[in-house]
């Protein structure tokens, strides 16, 4: 039996600062959505050590989200984990 664990794809969206890093959080979580802060991926460079990871790889939606928060972010990314 494998026991091994596959990599799964994510969209990555990543921030300039920790501070929209946290804001995402907590709006994603007052809003009831898929996803969740992790540490920046090794294979993104970015100016805040903290990216939000989603199953939902609409951009456009994240995009439209962020901006109605007030929320900057840095970049879109698809990554497995």
């Known amino acids: 039996m494998d026991n091994t664990i596959k990599p799964e794809k994510y969209l990555v969206i990543t ?16 809003d009831n959505l898929e996803g969740r802060l992790i540490p920046l991926p090794k294979s993104i460079s970015a100016g805040c050590g903290a990216s939000f990871a989603t199953k939902n790889f609409d951009r456009w ?15 879109f990314y698809d990554v497995e984990l």
Do not use: L, P, V
């Open 15 to 30: 921030f300039d600062s920790t501070a929209f890093a946290y804001a995402m959080e907590k709006a994603r979580r007052e």
């Open 61 to 75: 939606f994240w995009q439209e989200y962020m901006a109605g928060k007030g929320i900057s972010f840095s970049g």
